[in-house]
Nanobody
């Protein structure tokens, strides 16, 4: 089982980026997948999560700007990030688990598999 991330990079404030996370080796699709981020000196925090039914959750700081989606046929998770600002600068990670999302959407300890991380840098 492996999660492979792509996307990310550097943009100016107000710009957009899209992150992708491809899942390999899963017998069936994870029930819960999410995006997390970690800035230097801070704890990893949940950004967005989606369950197998398509229900989503977002951190208050990204609501209205970020969109999580998944393509089950491609076993790929996406995070579309719009209106980026410097506070969004961080290493971003995707995560997955066969457990149901309910009750732990943004609990890092509840996810079993993690992507390698990709850097997002937003300059003023």
């Amino acid at each position: 089982v492996q999660l492979v991330q792509s996307g990310g990079g550097s943009v100016h404030s107000g710009g957009s980026l899209r992150l992708s996370c491809s899942a390999f080796g899963y017998i069936y699709s994870p029930r819960c997948m999410g995006w997390f981020r970690q800035a230097p000196g801070t704890e990893r925090e949940g950004v967005a999560a989606i369950d197998s039914a398509g229900s989503t959750r977002y951190a208050d700081s990204v609501k209205g700007r970020f969109t999580i989606s998944q393509d089950n046929a491609k076993n790929t998770l996406y995070l579309q990030m719009n209106s980026l600002n410097p506070e969004d600068t961080a290493m971003y990670y995707c995560a997955a688990t066969y457990k149901f999302c309910s009750g732990f959407w943004f609990s890092t300890s509840s996810y079993d598999n993690w992507g390698q991380g990709t850097q997002v840098t937003v300059s003023p």
